[in-house]
């Protein structure tokens, strides 16, 4: 038998019919006993064609398995389909890649990746348009489109694909769209695009309400879960609303500084801090990105700032709460409770170089100088009798150009420390419970403000404001029995004006008491200032404990990021990224103050302060190290510099983007354009 005719084309079958001989061929088989008793008859070419189609598959599986199987099965089905690849630079080949709930992203404009996915989420990718080679525009119904998109495949013009890894790298993809065109010729067009891998951070109030209340979900979890039993089940990076209220009492309520505020470190810090609580959320769930809120909006939007819908009961909670100790009694942030502080009691002055930054006198965690007695986390829009609006400005469109439009980082520091976002921490927290005549004084009232607290920061890092620490929970803080006070000892060795002297005060108030040559004024302001009363939590270095502090520094992260894009851009001039801290506003330590020489609060022993404008707090200088590690799961860990670098925009390994950084609302309700 001629074996050869297996292997005819189906011309020659056609022919071979013709002349009967496929009837010869029919007439030729024998039974199958009689065929395996003959030996096997093999050609060369049949040799040739089984050893190069084996040899085939074991290139694929050996692909496949090692990770680049998507682009060679692309070349080898390109290879062996026929049809005409069109070169790629004589068409144009629109694709699209967008959210289903939320459309195209529109911080694309500005960023170096043309598309972005989001983690565990779906994500839409279609083809829009495809002008051939002979600029005609086809039409997509008359094409096949094959996808490749992280090493799998998918079939169709429109594509729903999850890709469930964390957020922080580039996906080589590509796609394939075949066309007939009316000759009958097959036209196929490829295109090979990069995908950017990035958690997508939203403003609060654009959130879906699936994803919103997803946040909330967790943010619940976060609140009462604590480190041990979370990382128990949802693992290592979890830890709690209690540890990072830890974490912000260590770093703003240490006697020595601020190591938090006040200085070059306030970017860093408070963006290091929101992604590492935003990675704890993520192992409750990887799909959650923490939501910003944009808040300067807020000053247009609404005739008073509190009327902004995250003070919703069912969103973030009302803003100042009616309740006679102001405490947060309603809706799904009812009766948040501040940690008992027991477990943190124990602390060596001595070793530590502070007073115990993490308790207060009636055992909460909360700012050692902050005497509330109420448990439940407190809001008040007065600041010390005043409506906090009356005290100082809402940051608005032109607090925040004012902000963009510096040249150096180091300003930039300074004013986003301060004008942008520390107002808001003060209208949401506020103060009550001074001495009730305090204000009748009119030779103290230019302090009824915001300053009085920050100048008491002042005198207590110094030591000469003493806080208690024990008070009796039914004792009444207004009579005067729980209450920070100037030792009487300091003021008579020392005198009044001088403690202000010492701790930078009276420069900055002194055209405000005018000549005091016996000094009755200067203890009058002493007086005023050694307590601070009591002082909601978003105004204290307790912050972290109310809800509203995890929307708020998306805002200042991203001015910062729009700054370097646009300088990137060649659109903002120059910006100095020299490290430093810039500022014109003193009220603050300007100093460091080393208590190891107390032994403790009812020590009267005075510590040992440097003080200079040359003395920066730790914390804040350009190689101190971050608290907070392992953001891309590497073990690594940050310099204020380091993260200051891993946080541009356009870092593909930053875990995330913002969904837009431009401030096109100040463009329509305000004219300004940054």
């Not at 090692?66 to 070349?75: A, C, L, N, P, R």
């Not at 086809?138 to 096949?144: A, F």
């Not at 502090?549 to 659109?571: A, S, T």
């Amino acid at each position: 038998m001629d074996t050869k005719k297996y292997y005819q084309s189906e011309e020659a079958i056609e022919a071979n019919e013709a002349d009967g001989l496929l009837k010869e061929k029919h007439h030729t088989r024998t039974s199958t006993l009689q065929r395996s008793k003959q030996a096997p008859i093999y050609s060369p070419r049949l040799w040739i064609l089984s050893i190069g189609t084996v040899s085939v598959f074991i290139i694929i599986f050996i692909l496949a398995i090692s990770g680049v199987g998507g682009e060679i099965k692309s070349i080898i089905s390109d290879y062996f389909s026929s049809g005409d690849v069109v070169d790629e630079s004589s068409y144009t080949l629109i694709l699209n890649l967008e959210s289903p709930t939320y459309g195209a992203l529109s911080s694309t404009s500005i960023l170096d990746w043309d598309y972005i996915a989001e983690p565990y989420k779906p994500m839409t990718y279609s083809v829009e348009s495809l002008l051939s080679e002979e600029s005609e525009m086809l039409d997509l119904d008359d094409v096949t489109v094959t996808w490749t998109i992280n090493d799998e495949e998918y079939s169709g013009k429109t594509v729903n694909v999850t890709i469930n890894e964390t957020g922080g790298s580039l996906k080589s993809c590509s796609v394939k769209v075949v066309y007939y065109n009316s000759d009958g010729e097959k036209k196929i067009y490829k295109k090979s695009f990069d995908v950017a891998l990035k958690y997508v951070r939203r403003e609060i109030r654009s959130m879906s309400d699936d994803e919103l209340n997803t946040w909330l979900d967790a943010m619940k979890i976060y609140y009462t879960t604590s480190t041990s039993d979370g990382q128990e089940k949802y693992g290592s990076k979890y830890f709690s609303a209690e540890e990072s209220l830890y974490y912000h009492l260590n770093g703003a309520a240490r006697t020595d500084c601020d190591h938090w505020h006040d200085g070059a470190g306030i970017v860093v810090k408070h963006m290091s801090f929101t992604l590492a609580v935003e990675q704890s959320l993520q192992a409750i769930d990887p799909s959650i990105t923490m939501p910003y809120w944009e808040y300067a909006q807020d000053a247009y939007l609404y005739d008073y700032w509190f009327e902004s819908t995250i003070f919703d009961d069912d969103v973030l909670g009302t803003a100042s709460p009616t309740t006679s100790d102001h405490s947060l009694t309603t809706g799904i942030w009812a009766n948040i409770e501040a940690p008992d502080g027991s477990d943190y009691a124990d602390f060596d002055v001595a070793s530590e170089g502070t007073l115990n930054p993490y308790i207060n006198a009636y055992g909460y965690l909360r700012s050692p100088w902050n005497n509330n007695p109420t448990p439940i986390i407190s809001r008040y829009n007065y600041t010390y009798d005043k409506l906090a609006s009356d005290v100082l400005p809402y940051p608005s469109c032109h607090t925040m150009f004012s902000c963009y439009n510096v040249t150096t980082l180091a300003s930039m520091h300074d004013c986003l420390n301060g004008n942008t976002h520390g107002p808001v921490h003060i209208y949401i927290g506020g103060t009550w419970g001074q001495t009730s005549d305090l204000w009748d004084d009119d030779d103290v009232t230019f302090l009824q403000g915001i300053d009085k607290l920050l100048y008491f920061k002042m005198l207590w890092r110094m030591g000469y404001t003493r806080c208690p620490d024990s008070c009796d929970e039914d004792k009444d803080s207004d009579a005067g029995i729980c209450v920070c006070a100037v030792p009487d000892e300091y003021i008579d060795t020392y005198g009044a004006k001088y403690l202000l002297e010492e701790a930078g005060i009276y420069d900055l108030i002194k055209t405000n008491i005018g000549k005091d040559s016996d000094g009755t004024i200067a203890l009058k302001v002493l007086r005023a200032l050694e307590d601070p009363g009591i002082v909601g939590e978003m105004f204290s270095s307790g912050a972290s404990y109310d809800p509203t502090f995890w929307p708020l520094h998306g805002q200042i992260e991203r001015m910062v990021g729009l700054k370097r894009l646009k300088v990137d851009l060649g659109e903002a001039g120059s910006f100095d990224e020299t490290w430093g801290y810039d500022t014109n506003n003193y009220k603050y330590l300007r100093g460091i103050c080393d208590w190891s020489n107390v032994a403790d609060v009812n020590d009267l022993t005075l510590p040992t302060c440097t003080m200079g404008d040359d003395v920066i707090c730790d914390g804040h200088n350009e190689d101190d190290v971050l608290e907070f590690t392992n953001f891309l799961n590497q073990d690594e860990s940050y310099t204020n510099r380091e993260f200051y670098n891993l946080i541009h925009p356009n870092n593909i390994d930053l875990p995330y983007v913002y969904d837009d950084y431009e401030f096109d609302y100040c463009a329509e309700y305000d004219s300004y354009y940054f």
